[in-house]
């Protein structure tokens, strides 16, 4: 089988991208019946894969196979919160446990009880709250913050990475007792570099899906346009795949796609952990780019009304277009966290647009 619908996903997710899953290329295949081996055991879930290959996907698959399948599926983003508010917002809190806490609140834990608790990027867990996992997965049970009594828990983790958790361990920033607790089933989603027969599948997949919600005529490919997609490196994955498919959709004539329309940007198809950094790309070969200060210097000259603010929109909102609309790569191209970039995303109104 390599087309699974979710009969419950669009209650479940926001994305109704979320209710198909393409698994077409060996390796896939192989993948998913792994998947299908693993997710009706009760085993803590460790998901291992670059930006884009469908982690949280998976998770849901896995939670949809298990006989928890009926119970909530509750998603947390471990980057998303604040070093002080992870600890409330996993494990809840009494009224009164610190300034601001005006009613007493359950904690994710809590919500998922009974089912399944996806952890994404738990690599960025601070490494006291990796203290307090580890101990409400031994003793399945959780103390909300400014409480003593324990609430019995029954959940199942799943947890995701896209950083090697092996290396954080070595560099202290991840707690190895945890690590070999999480690592007690895994699940690596190879790179769709490494899983070429999905590229053309999930293409069609997207076009169809995108056609429809644009309420278009049902495009294809031109033989071109796929040759084009087999051979780009997909540095951005699924997720890459799918925002330039939707792209092209936009931009393209007769409801065909020629290659175009599709804007790929290559990088080097490198590992999360070693930092990606796009090749510069000069406009027309052999003529040098104006420089920054070049640039800058117009800018001053032209007397911009608020000029910082406006320079610094401008590097989130080309940088995010550049990495198309992924949040992760742009955080890697400027070098700064994801948060950071979403954040800046969200006040300049990128997000609200997508
Ligand atoms: N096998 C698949 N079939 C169809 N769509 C997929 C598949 N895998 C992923 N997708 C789609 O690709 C996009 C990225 O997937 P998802 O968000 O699960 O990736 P992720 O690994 O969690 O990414 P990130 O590391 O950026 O959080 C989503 O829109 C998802 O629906
Ligand atoms: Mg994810």
Request: with cysteine; proline share 5%.
């Amino acid at each position: 089988m390599s087309l699974i619908t979710h009969p419950n996903a669009r209650e479940l997710s926001k994305s109704v991208r979320a209710t198909v899953l393409v698994f077409k290329d060996p390796r896939s295949q192989e993948l998913l019946s792994r998947i299908e081996r693993l997710a009706p055991s009760e085993a803590n879930t460790l998901i291992i894969g670059e930006t884009g290959t469908g982690k949280e996907l998976v998770a849901r698959h896995i939670h949809h196979l298990s006989r928890r399948g009926r119970e909530p599926f509750v998603a947390v983003n471990c980057g998303a919160f604040a070093e002080t508010l992870v600890e409330s917002e996993l494990f809840g809190h009494e009224k009164g446990a610190f300034t601001g806490a005006t009613s007493n609140k359950a904690g994710w834990f809590e919500a998922a009880n009974g089912g399944t608790l996806f952890l994404d990027e738990i690599g960025d867990l601070p490494l006291n709250m990796q203290v307090k996992l580890l101990r409400v997965l031994q003793e399945r049970e959780v103390v909300r913050l400014g409480s003593r009594t324990p609430i019995p828990i029954n959940v199942r983790l799943v947890a995701a990475t896209n950083v090697n958790l092996a290396d954080a361990v070595v560099a202290g920033h991840f707690r190895e007792d945890l690590f070999y607790r999480l690592h007690v089933a895994t699940i690596r989603l190879p790179p769709l570099r490494e899983r070429p027969g999905d590229i053309l599948p999930l293409a069609e997949f997207f076009i169809e899906e995108h056609c429809r919600r644009l309420g278009y005529d049902r495009a294809s490919l031109s033989p071109d346009a796929e040759r084009k997609l087999l051979a780009h490196s997909w540095p951005g994955n699924i997720r890459e795949l799918e925002n330039a498919i939707h792209h092209a959709l936009l931009v393209c004539r007769h409801q065909v796609v020629a290659p175009g329309d599709l804007h790929l940007v290559d990088m080097r198809p490198l590992g999360p952990a070693q930092g990606q950094v796009p090749h510069a790309v000069s406009g027309v070969s052999g003529v040098a780019p104006p420089s920054l200060e070049s640039a800058l210097l117009a800018l001053f000259e032209q007397n911009v009304a608020n000029l910082y603010e406006h320079i610094e929109e401008t590097v989130f909102r080309e940088a995010y277009r550049y990495c198309h609309g992924n949040q992760l790569q742009t955080g890697r191209l400027l070098n700064i966290s994801r948060n950071i970039v979403r954040a800046r995303l969200e006040k300049i109104g990128e997000l609200t647009k997508a």
